[in-house]
């Protein structure tokens, strides 16, 4: 964008409208003014009527200028939805939302269709939230119907209140669903820190949030998250509005944070990207080599350096297979090269437990 400031369509004056951006050293890069009528300047420094520079400028300061708010149509149904994600076969997207307003019976079947849709991508999750106006216990029962062993999904709740850029009144505010925030902080802890750290704790401030539509305990919090698996997003004194859990919907152990499904989409994702040199070379352990050690240990290395695996050597976190194990002379007919990634990834501080005693002379009592 460029910004010319104090111009005249005085011809006279060296800051002429015309003069200063069509200078071929120093004016605009993309446009360039013709004044229709050079001579009719009558001492207001803005364009007169119909007859001005040739760019849509508004007429002289004299007219009163207006501002509605726009629509947003009808209420897309369900099978729009479904229809859309459609439309994200043929992108390579980690990351699905669908941050809008919508009914609740819409809300379930879009978040059902968008983790299905995630699951069978293989390397995307969806960032959901709960209806609005739930209170612990319908937040708990929304999230509860979609656990399962292995989802690709989280949810979050409640929803937040911000500025409302349209609305009347002194200050006007809205609650909205805290998605779009979400991926925000999403996108902010992958820059700052990485793609295997939580986007949860004091770092993951929802940004613009002015308010929470509801509080809650560390308790009900607590049960909130381990019992149904939604993130709540919460008021902490000292941290401001933050997304205080990190859990996906799924219930084995292995996938339980979301750091977790985002590192294996993104060591999915990057690999793929990075391995498309192997296409149609021979299949040999000339290749294998290659690939193993001049590709995916130094990038898994790299990983490992900045701190996306858990405690141990390189050898002990992960492991990389492409040889004669895997790639039998039947596999190798049939066009097939096999290579298998293991690592064993960095876990959140998710529950802190805290001992504190008192010890006298040999005895000891303490407290949790």
């Known amino acids: 964008m460029e910004t010319w400031e104090k111009l005249t369509l005085d011809a006279s004056q060296a800051n002429y409208a015309p003069l200063r951006l069509n200078d071929p050293f120093s004016g605009s890069a993309y446009i360039v003014l013709t004044d229709l009528n050079p001579t009719a300047f009558d001492g207001r420094d803005v364009p007169p009527p119909r007859t001005g520079i040739r760019l849509g400028l508004a007429t002289p300061s004299t007219s009163t200028l207006t501002r509605t708010a726009g629509s947003d149509g009808n209420q897309p149904a369900t099978g729009d939805y479904r229809n859309a994600l459609s439309r994200f076969d043929t992108a390579a997207i980690q990351l699905l939302a669908t941050p809008e307003l919508m009914p609740d019976g819409v809300l379930r079947a879009v978040t059902r269709a968008a983790i299905d849709y995630c699951a069978e991508k293989g390397d995307c999750m969806f960032v959901g939230h709960t209806p609005a106006s739930r209170d612990v216990d319908g937040a708990k029962a929304f999230g509860q119907d979609f656990r399962a062993a292995k989802v690709y999904g989280a949810l979050y709740w409640p929803w937040i209140t911000i500025t409302d850029p349209i609305g009347t009144g002194s200050n006007p505010t809205r609650d909205v669903p805290p998605t779009g925030h979400v991926m925000g902080v999403y996108a902010r802890i992958d820059q700052t820190r990485g ?25 009900d919090h607590t049960d909130l998250v381990k019992n149904s698996s939604i993130n709540g997003i919460r008021l902490i004194r ?8 990190s859990r996906t919907l799924s219930t084995d152990t292995r996938w339980l944070y ?3 499904r985002l590192l294996f989409n993104y060591v999915k994702a990057s690999l793929r990207e990075g391995l498309r040199w192997v296409k149609q070379e021979p299949n040999r352990d000339t290749l294998w080599n290659k690939i193993k050690f001049n590709t995916v240990t130094p990038f898994l290395l790299r990983l490992y350096q900045a701190g996306a695996f858990g405690t141990g050597t390189p050898s002990e976190v992960f492991t990389v297979i492409c040889g004669p194990e895997n790639n039998p002379p039947d596999e190798i007919a049939l066009g097939n090269l096999r290579i298998e990634v293991y690592f064993y990834p960095a876990r959140p501080a998710e529950t802190i437990l805290i001992i504190v005693g008192q010890q006298e002379s040999g005895a000891s009592a303490s407290e949790q």
């Open 195 to 219: 793609v295997w750290k939580a986007p949860a704790g004091n770092e993951a401030v929802v940004r613009g949030a002015l308010s929470v539509e509801r509080n809650i305990t560390d308790t």
């Open 238 to 245: 000292g941290a401001g509005i933050v997304i205080d859990a």
């Open 258 to 260: 979301v750091n977790i």
